[in-house]
């Protein structure tokens, strides 16, 4: 062996990708053992070609070529396709059958954060695969290095002609503003606005990873002020935003109100209902009852699944089912696509329904049912501990003869509504969500949440204006 060995900071690898704050928990030498362990186990896993990609933020140029360095050594022939969104690189790897893909990528993260996602052949590298990367890194368990090869392929404009080919708008000339967040999506979706029909307004279009306009997450409403403002100044059609690396979708209809995830999702699986009747539509435990009610009434078998990016992708693939989608905005598509969360594709797809709407997108949003509730509430709870409070929740509920789906912590339906609670599988922090039809109703499931909560010894959250409407 050549000596080789390597501890990452614990608190780097994580559930669904290794991310830590540059300089102080990330470092250059990190993204080389990344590469050297990752390649070897491709390596053992008889594979040779690894596709690479970075996002825009200011770290990603120094960690990439360390990372392709350690994938080198490995033996690997790594294709670099440069930077772009996390999506490309997950469509350069389906199309160019390469046996593994990195992504540089900080996500939605602060801009002094970074990191790295990884797919092994053609599913996604999570959970105890990459404690074993990191238990191999310190044990040395390398393949012998050796003197694998590089070369840059630029896949931009073959990836924007694949998102233009599933257009399905008709030409009804729409008006849309988008908020690229000054993420990584930036020439691609400027090359994007540029082939699709319509009038289109680019916000924060140039890729910067300092973040100036504001933080790149969708799922914030307050991150969503700047386009709202903008749709309405223009009077558009839809807006659409994007978080850092495009692999998740914001959206706000004509009048400027926010679409959620689940919104979002009843939106796009009614379309995809009507080529593929009686089809399974997958959605997290976090997404309303609206969702799971309006895709039985539009033929479909709702499915309620865990939440994480990584196993809704393995459950669809399992499936077969054509459209999933996350509360937080990750949207996948294997109607047409490849069942990868692309929210550039998510975004076609989308103007392609609002084009051939007879009305508004707006009267769509509204005509669904309205039902009041919670926003994701999150609150501090030890690692160890947070799985053992869902574990005395989930058995006094049994043992009180409640309605509960334990998919993904606690799910309790009563004639109110229902409320969520769970263990969030990337932070040391508790979940909770609930749902009701009427106000009054929303206070006695917080009630209930709060009763639970207090008998395991967990202060409740702050609830205090945790009422939107939905």
């Not at 990344?34 to 933020?57: E, H, P």
């Not at 929303?442 to 939107?468: C, M, N, R, W, Y």
């Amino acid at each position: 062996m050549d000596g080789f060995s390597h501890r990452f900071d614990p608190t780097t690898l994580r559930e669904y990708d290794i991310r830590g704050i540059v300089g102080r928990t990330l470092h250059p030498e990190d993204a080389f053992a990344i590469g050297r362990t990752f390649g070897s186990l491709v390596a053992a896993n008889g594979g040779k070609r690894v596709a690479v990609g970075y996002d825009g933020r200011l770290s990603s140029p120094t960690l990439e070529p360390e990372l392709v360095r350690g994938l080198m050594a490995s033996g690997m022939e790594v294709i670099r396709i440069g930077r772009g969104p996390t999506p490309m690189l997950y469509f350069a790897a389906t199309t160019l059958q390469t046996d593994g893909a990195v992504m540089v990528t900080g996500s939605h993260n602060p801009p002094d954060y970074n990191g790295f996602k990884m797919m092994l052949g053609k599913k996604p590298f999570f959970g105890k695969q990459i404690q074993e990367l990191g238990a191999r890194a310190e044990a040395g368990d390398v393949v012998p290095v050796a003197q694998g090869s590089e070369r840059q392929v630029d896949i931009t404009s073959d990836y924007v002609a694949r998102l233009i080919s599933d257009w399905d708008g008709g030409d009804r000339i729409l008006n849309v503003v988008w908020d690229n967040g000054n993420g990584a999506a930036g020439e691609v979706l400027q090359r994007l606005v540029a082939s699709l029909p319509g009038e289109h307004t680019v916000l924060n279009a140039d890729i910067d990873g300092r973040f100036p306009a504001h933080h790149p997450d969708p799922t914030v409403a307050k991150n969503l002020e700047q386009l709202i403002t903008e749709v309405r100044v223009r009077g558009a059609d839809v807006g659409i935003a994007f978080d850092g690396d495009a692999d998740r979708i914001g959206a706000v209809d004509d009048e400027g109100n926010i679409l959620a995830g689940d919104q979002l999702l009843v939106i796009l699986a009614r379309d995809v209902l009507r080529t593929h009747p009686g089809a399974t539509i997958i959605a997290d435990v976090k997404a309303s009852q609206v969702l799971f009610d309006e895709v039985q009434l539009a033929g479909g078998k709702p499915l309620m699944w865990r939440t994480g990016h990584s196993l809704i992708k393995a459950k669809m693939a399992e499936l077969g089912a054509p459209l999933a989608g996350e509360m937080s905005g990750h949207v996948f598509f294997a109607d047409k696509w490849y069942g990868f969360d692309d929210a550039l594709y998510a975004a076609v797809r989308l103007l392609g329904v609002v084009a051939r709407m007879e009305g508004k997108l707006s009267a769509v949003r509204d005509a669904l049912p309205h039902v009041v509730n919670t926003p994701e509430l999150r609150f501090d709870c030890d690692d160890r501990r947070k799985f053992q409070v869902i574990e005395e929740v989930a058995e006094r509920l049994k043992q009180s003869g409640a309605a509960v789906s334990a998919i993904d912590g606690v799910r309790v339906t009563t004639p109110e509504g229902w409320w969520l609670l769970r263990a969030s599988n990337t932070q040391a922090v508790l979940v909770a969500r609930a749902e009701a039809k009427t106000p009054a109703g929303l206070e006695t499931l917080k009630a209930a949440l709060v009763e639970q909560l207090e008998a395991s010894g967990i202060e409740a959250p702050d609830f205090s204006g945790a009422h939107a409407g939905h």
